[in-house]
């Protein structure tokens, strides 16, 4: 465990929001032209040109009639946020595990030698919402079990919410490959009309099929991962507010601060993607204190 910043004097504490800083998700985008590229390179490959996949009523047709059945099928509120939120996709905005057990170990440090009323100047400082009303709740003298029951009743309403979310997408992605069969079979109609011009057919089912690949292409390379990062994002979170919930219950506890760090260890673990976490050393005695 990183013991930077922990060691701090009476008083007030130095701000600690326990966010990481906003910065571009570099995967995302890498992901989106390694896809792209991919279709692209085939086509290429194959003699195809891009101009043969231009076909602006094609577009009109998947994406007009995806749009539209997804307004039928959700409230126009739910895809609003649900497109707020997808701007997951490109900027990381995510509680930090590490700098969090920090912060909650300096605040139980801090309960320990001034009590819970202490809190009162810190919490303003606080930039997580859900810390900042349970470390409220947690200076005005609630229990931990009933400040651990309000965080956990408040995840639960916002997961669902999260979920919703990923459901919008979901649900369009499903239906962008029908609306891509109906432009073909549309397209192929009109081939049908005009069968007297045989030397036009094999050009007009070529054209029908585009649709088709509209409807795939913007399912499963669009939609369909933007559904993957929001649920991916939400658990994410969940992750997040339960590590701040047992450390509001330890800290109303006045919890040791070594038996707090070690607690809280596995969800540090989580985060990192190398070596799991080193378990903190004993503690001295001026850290019983």
Known sequence: MNSKGLDQKPGRLKPLRGLKPLRLESSTLFGFVLAFGGVYAALTLQGGRIED?????????????T???VLVTMPLKSI????????????????????SVEL??????KVRRSGLTSLEQDIESIQIPLLKRALRLAADGLAAPVVSDY???????????????????????????TLGIIGAVLGLIQVMKHLD???????????AFVSTVYGLAFANLILLPI?????ASAAQWVEAQELLTDGVASLIERMHP??????????????QSSSPPVPPMAPTNSEAA
């Open 258 to 271: 070594f038996i707090l760090e070690t607690r809280l260890g596995p969800y540090i673990s989580q985060q």
């Open 80 to 99: 609003q946020e649900a497109l707020r939120k997808a701007r997951a996709l490109f900027v990381e905005d995510r509680i930090d595990a590490i700098e």
């Open 151 to 177: 965080m956990r009743l408040e995840i639960r309403i916002t997961r669902k919410h999260l979920e919703r979310h990923a459901r919008v997408f979901e649900a369009a992605g499903g239906y962008a490959p």
């Open 53 to 65: 996949l231009l076909q602006l009523p094609a577009a009109l047709l998947v994406v007009g009639g």
């Open 227 to 231: 559904a993957g990062r929001l649920r």
């Open 104 to 109: 909650i170990t300096r605040l139980v440090k």
């Open 197 to 207: 011009q045989i030397a036009m057919v094999g050009h007009g089912i070529a054209e």
């Open 67 to 69: 749009a539209g059945a």
